[in-house]
């Protein structure tokens, strides 16, 4: 166990609608990553928190955002899904802002979209 | 862009065999190398990663090496058991803005007994 949680589980809802996962970093962690695996494209990074505030980008759909709250736990809002959308979803936390401190992944939310 | 070639793709060995998976990267400023087991239905674990400042590093039956100067990273398991099966991912730290770790695309691991 990582002690990274991610809610839900699994996720089955149809094209065009909206869904938002959920993911509570580590006690003490101040970074949370959110990672997209699919089979044809592998882990990819979307979008990095600190502290509350957006610290970095990787291919992230503008149809998809993300927050991270005061409790520091964080949310991935993904709009207007199409079935490519379907996929793994993970969340990761680190204690630091750098990608060169240790991430520890959640268990992951699995999207289906029909 | 930046990207983290791994090899082989799949991997078969017997069990007590040792296996080594290789990852080569882009980007030469990279200082961080994690590797990452994951099973069926979970999420990746860390299981070793090296720093830019070490060449290699061990962990009881796993080993990681690092040749900067070639821009690879390797991943050694000395005898493997039929619990080492999964699938394994490097990873890269890029360090510009925008871009965290930057992954490879696995290597599935089968241990028979």
């Known amino acids: 166990d990582s002690g990274v949680t991610q809610t839900p589980k699994h996720l089955i809802t149809a094209t065009g609608q909206r869904v938002t996962l959920r993911c509570s970093p580590r006690s003490g962690d101040l970074s949370v990553y959110w990672y997209q695996q699919s089979l044809d494209q592998g882990?990819?990074?979307?979008?990095?928190?600190?502290?509350?505030?957006?610290?970095?980008k990787g291919n992230i759909l503008e149809r998809f955002s993300a927050q991270q709250f005061p409790d520091l736990h964080s949310e991935l809002n993904l709009s207007s899904l199409e079935l490519g959308d379907s996929a793994l979803y993970f969340c990761?936390?680190?204690?630091?802002?750098?990608?060169?401190?240790?991430?520890?992944?959640?268990?992951?939310?699995r999207l289906t979209v029909t | 862009g930046e990207n983290v070639e791994q090899h082989p793709s799949t991997l078969s060995v017997q069990e007590g065999d040792s296996a080594v998976i290789k990852c080569t990267y882009s980007d030469s400023a990279s200082n961080y190398f994690p590797w990452y087991k994951q099973e069926l239905g979970k999420g990746p674990q860390l299981i070793i990663d090296i720093r830019s400042n070490v060449g290699e590093k061990k962990d009881?039956?796993?080993?990681?090496?690092?040749?900067?100067?070639?821009?690879?990273?390797?991943?050694?398991?000395?005898?493997?058991?039929p619990e080492d099966s999964a699938v394994y991912f490097c990873a890269a730290s890029f360090n510009q803005a925008g871009t965290a770790l930057i992954f490879g695309k696995g290597t599935t691991l089968s241990v028979s007994s």
């Open chain 1, 43 to 56: 882990l990819q990074f979307l979008i990095q928190y600190y502290n509350g505030e957006e610290r970095a």
């Open chain 2, 60 to 81: 009881q039956r796993i080993a990681v090496t690092l040749n900067k100067t070639a821009k690879h990273f390797s991943l050694h398991i000395t005898e493997t058991q």
């Open chain 1, 92 to 109: 990761a936390s680190s204690v630091g802002v750098q990608p060169i401190y240790e991430q520890y992944f959640g268990p992951g939310t």
